[in-house]
């Protein structure tokens, strides 16, 4: 069946200059760290998963042929440990920072990085966000392999499959941060606005109806409220996100024993600057 123009989740036909593309050929921050123990990297995380330690023979052992392609060019300072969201948060803001800056260098997809977390992952934080494809979320916070869990669904629309799989990276790899992205000029929330506006059933329109039905209360929300209606849409949506995550009954319980810090964010596609809400 063929999506009514309506419910389309492209993206609203508003003028998005590039946030910028990352250079995808520097040296890494942890390919250097890889060359001295692979563990090195790991063991600067905490709160991580209860498997196997990350392996402490040195990376260059472990690649075909023993190298690992000569690093040029200066190494970059290593990571502040993350122990708590706190610092998880500050971790991802200057990931952030680097990526609107376009100092990108710490983004890590290097070989010694992808041998390090083939036997663990110690990710440090969550983030769910929108399938928008100006919003990549590595990029965006400039981080390499290992580094985030990332779930994504059209308006960070919350089915049973994205709330567990969100459950799977605080719970089970004890993330201490999930972040709820939201972005500016988001096609999904554009669509369930224009959908509510020409009150088109939406069940028709497969699972896409789906999508709208569950962004519909972000929508309804902001009815009459001032300024720009998509924008306020977005921000009650990473709310309301927020809010149902809270009641999950596996990450009610870690936020408050502290274990995971929730956090709402925007995400600018003008500038590639994410603000924490
Ligand atoms: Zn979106």
């Given at each position: 069946m063929n999506t009514p123009p309506h419910l389309s989740l492209r993206t609203p036909s508003a003028s998005t200059p590039s946030a910028g593309t990352p250079s995808r050929s520097r040296p890494s921050r942890r390919r250097m760290l890889g060359l001295l123990a692979a563990g090195a990297a790991g063991a600067v995380f905490t709160g991580c998963a209860d498997d196997a330690a990350p392996e402490?023979?040195?990376a260059a052992e472990q690649i075909p042929g023993g190298t690992v392609p000569p690093a040029t060019g200066p190494a970059p300072s290593p990571p502040l440990p993350v122990v708590d969201g706190n610092q998880a948060l500050q971790r991802l803001l200057d990931g952030n920072a680097r990526f609107v800056a376009e100092r990108d260098e710490d983004l890590d997809e290097g070989i010694a990085r992808r041998v390090a977390v083939s036997k663990a992952q110690h990710p440090f934080a969550t983030v769910l966000g929108c399938v928008d494809s100006r919003v990549p979320i590595e990029l965006v916070f400039d981080q390499g392999l290992g580094d985030l869990v990332v779930v994504r669904s059209a308006g960070e629309a919350l089915d049973h499959s994205v709330t567990g799989s969100v459950e799977f990276g605080v719970?089970?790899?004890?993330?201490p941060l999930l972040v709820v992205l939201g972005h500016q000029r988001c096609g999904a929330l554009d669509a369930t606005i224009k959908a509510l506006d020409s009150r088109r059933?939406?069940?028709?329109?497969?699972e896409l109806g789906y999508i709208v039905d569950t962004l519909a209360p972000a929508v309804r929300q902001v009815a009459?409220?001032?300024?720009?209606r998509l924008t306020n849409a977005v921000h009650a949506n990473v709310d309301l996100v927020l809010a149902r995550l809270r009641q999950s009954p596996v990450i009610g319980p870690l936020e408050k024993s502290g274990k995971v810090k929730l956090v709402g964010a925007y995400y600018e596609l003008d500038t590639g600057k994410v603000t924490v809400r």
């Amino acid at each position: 069946m063929n999506t009514p123009p309506h419910l389309s989740l492209r993206t609203p036909s508003a003028s998005t200059p590039s946030a910028g593309t990352p250079s995808r050929s520097r040296p890494s921050r942890r390919r250097m760290l890889g060359l001295l123990a692979a563990g090195a990297a790991g063991a600067v995380f905490t709160g991580c998963a209860d498997d196997a330690a990350p392996e402490v023979t040195p990376a260059a052992e472990q690649i075909p042929g023993g190298t690992v392609p000569p690093a040029t060019g200066p190494a970059p300072s290593p990571p502040l440990p993350v122990v708590d969201g706190n610092q998880a948060l500050q971790r991802l803001l200057d990931g952030n920072a680097r990526f609107v800056a376009e100092r990108d260098e710490d983004l890590d997809e290097g070989i010694a990085r992808r041998v390090a977390v083939s036997k663990a992952q110690h990710p440090f934080a969550t983030v769910l966000g929108c399938v928008d494809s100006r919003v990549p979320i590595e990029l965006v916070f400039d981080q390499g392999l290992g580094d985030l869990v990332v779930v994504r669904s059209a308006g960070e629309a919350l089915d049973h499959s994205v709330t567990g799989s969100v459950e799977f990276g605080v719970a089970e790899l004890h993330t201490p941060l999930l972040v709820v992205l939201g972005h500016q000029r988001c096609g999904a929330l554009d669509a369930t606005i224009k959908a509510l506006d020409s009150r088109r059933r939406t069940a028709e329109a497969g699972e896409l109806g789906y999508i709208v039905d569950t962004l519909a209360p972000a929508v309804r929300q902001v009815a009459g409220k001032a300024g720009d209606r998509l924008t306020n849409a977005v921000h009650a949506n990473v709310d309301l996100v927020l809010a149902r995550l809270r009641q999950s009954p596996v990450i009610g319980p870690l936020e408050k024993s502290g274990k995971v810090k929730l956090v709402g964010a925007y995400y600018e596609l003008d500038t590639g600057k994410v603000t924490v809400r």
